[in-house]
């Protein structure tokens, strides 16, 4: 199979249409995976991450964990045979860790290991300090916020690392696809 120019970037002009590519996403995700969502300070991330509840079949509303870092939702997807489902969503959100040697501290790479998926917001900030083992397989979520004429607007680019992420390549590009393209370029 020829590989699929990443990274890959798709447009959003609300909020609706970024929770729905959220879904799409969520359709690809199995046991073990880890997202992690970044962009400025109201850029979308938790919006996204509603989208991937929606698309687990997660009923109870996603907000900001604001005070507890990390919230679990269990969820039970269905799957193609051979794949395995992820247990739960872990939706972790950084932001406010003042030392982020408290994120080995927050047990995800635990649920990891015991089936969850994780979605983290600031997760590139976090790098190493969190699941190391689990961060060099992942797919980044990058949202852009769009330009003073058009504040709705968001570039979002996704970008894969790691070999189970490099085999979902055509399935993520297939995922994203319900929405118009800005770009593709040649990683
Ligand atoms: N295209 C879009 N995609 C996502 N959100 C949008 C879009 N257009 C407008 N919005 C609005 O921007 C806000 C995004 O808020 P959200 O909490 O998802 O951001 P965030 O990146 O998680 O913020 P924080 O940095 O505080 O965690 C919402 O009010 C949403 O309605
Ligand atoms: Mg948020």
């Known amino acids: 199979m020829d590989q699929l120019p990443l990274p890959l970037l798709c447009a959003s002009q609300d909020a609706s249409q970024t929770r729905d590519l959220g879904t799409r996403v969520a359709g690809i995700v199995e ?5 992690l969502v970044s962009g400025d300070l109201g850029a979308g991330k938790t919006t996204f991450v509603q989208g991937l509840a929606r698309g687990l079949g997660i009923d109870d509303p996603v907000t900001s964990p604001t005070f507890t870092l990390v919230r679990i939702y269990p969820c039970d997807p269905p799957r193609p045979a051979g794949q395995e489902p992820p247990s739960a969503l872990v939706h972790v959100d950084v932001y406010r860790l003042d030392n982020l040697h408290e994120v080995s ?9 015991q089936g969850a998926m994780a979605a983290v917001e600031w997760g590139e ?3 190493e300090a969190f699941a ?4 060099s397989d992942h797919l980044s979520v990058h949202i852009e916020q769009g ?4 504040l709705d607007r968001r570039a979002i680019r996704f970008e894969v690392t790691g070999p189970s992420w490099e085999r979902r390549r055509a399935a993520l590009a297939e995922a994203v696809a319900g929405r ?3 770009r593709e370029e040649a990683s």
């Open 180 to 182: 118009p393209p800005v």
């Open 147 to 150: 330009l003073p004429e058009d």
């Open 105 to 113: 501290d927050l047990g995800v790479a635990e649920e990891l290991d």
């Open 31 to 35: 046991a073990g995976d880890v997202l």
């Open 125 to 127: 900030a976090v790098g």
């Open 132 to 135: 190391p083992a689990h961060l």
